[in-house]
């Protein structure tokens, strides 16, 4: 469907373009009720890049919110029980519903027959189809034949979904599984190696938990910006440990420390103009990231 942006904009109440995705906060359900788009479909408008993301957990996201792809969340690790199925996973943990995302943007998840740190095993990755929260008894379908009807990788046909190829032999209580949604999103916070390295600014006025709205991951943008380090123009902005803000990046050795070597995978742009106020607040930024994951061939939010 072709993008209409005035439409859009008059049809969220926005004050001018600067505020496009202010009211963008729905469920899943209202993503697709209204033809916004599906999950983590990136869309240019403008010279800038945007996304449809999902603020799973974590409490409110709000507008300059630096955010980090979710990974590792304790829900989404654990194990497999005796129950599973090769074309159906049964896990021993409560899971969310929606981790399947969609065909361009899926949810995945990984196994290994025993546990994931020791088993001498390679990781075997699989596309979440469908998945079925219950009690301490999650089931993930990692086929499409037993979720549609049709197996969409041998071609539109009928038959038992254990013909499928990417069936997993064998699965049960010796194995280990993580999955990973790419359109989840937590603020970012340089105490923690898991949320260090930035992915995008928050474009909503609040995203709050489950819900999904828009960050910007390329172009010029408005972020949480800490200015008690003065920044002068063209200064380099990294993760800080304020959740969801940037800080001037500052290398204060010439023989960087390791922690100084790990903040580099958190710089996440430069300034345009100085800062120099002992606060957070919005400020200009240019996103240039030194390294983008998740940018496949770009999607439509409209």
């Not at 254990?162 to 937590?186: H, K, M």
């Not at 380099?236 to 959740?243: I, N, V």
């Not at 070597?261 to 300034?271: A, K, N, T, Y």
Request: hydrophobic content about 40%.
């Amino acid at each position: 469907m072709a993008m209409n942006w005035a439409y859009e904009s008059a049809s969220i109440g926005g004050t001018g373009r600067k505020d496009l995705f202010a009211e963008w906060n729905y469920t899943v359900a209202q993503l697709r009720g209204v033809g916004k788009g599906p999950l983590g479909s990136i869309s240019p408008l403008r010279g800038n890049l945007y996304q449809i993301v999902q603020n799973r957990f974590g409490g409110d996201l709000n507008k300059g919110d630096v955010v980090s792809l979710a990974i590792a969340e304790a829900s989404r690790i654990g194990n497999l029980t005796g129950a599973s199925l090769t074309y159906q996973l049964v896990t021993d943990d409560t899971h969310d519903s929606g981790l399947a995302g969609n065909d361009g943007w899926p949810g995945v998840i990984g196994v290994t027959a025993g546990a994931f740190a020791t088993a001498d095993v390679d990781e075997q990755l699989r596309q979440i189809y469908n998945n079925t929260p219950a009690a301490g008894a999650s089931s993930v379908d990692i086929t499409p034949l037993n979720v549609t009807g049709s197996d969409y990788i041998d071609g539109p046909t009928n038959g038992a979904p254990t013909t499928n190829p990417d069936v997993i032999a064998t699965p049960g209580a010796t194995y280990d599984y993580e999955v990973f949604c790419p359109y989840e999103v937590v603020k970012t916070d340089s105490d923690a190696k898991l949320t260090t390295v930035p992915h995008g600014v928050v474009m909503s006025t609040t995203i709050t938990d489950n819900q999904c709205g828009v960050i910007q991951v390329g172009g010029i943008a408005l972020a949480k910006v800490d200015g008690t380090t003065d920044l002068v123009a063209g200064d380099y902005l990294a993760t800080d440990a304020g959740a969801g803000v940037l800080s001037k990046y500052v290398a204060t050795t010439v023989d960087p420390t390791l922690t100084q070597i790990e903040q580099l995978m958190g710089i996440f742009g430069r300034i345009l103009g100085a800062y120099t106020n002992n606060g957070v607040r919005l400020r200009a930024i240019l996103i240039q990231p030194t390294m983008k994951q998740l940018l496949p061939a770009q999607d439509y939010l409209w």
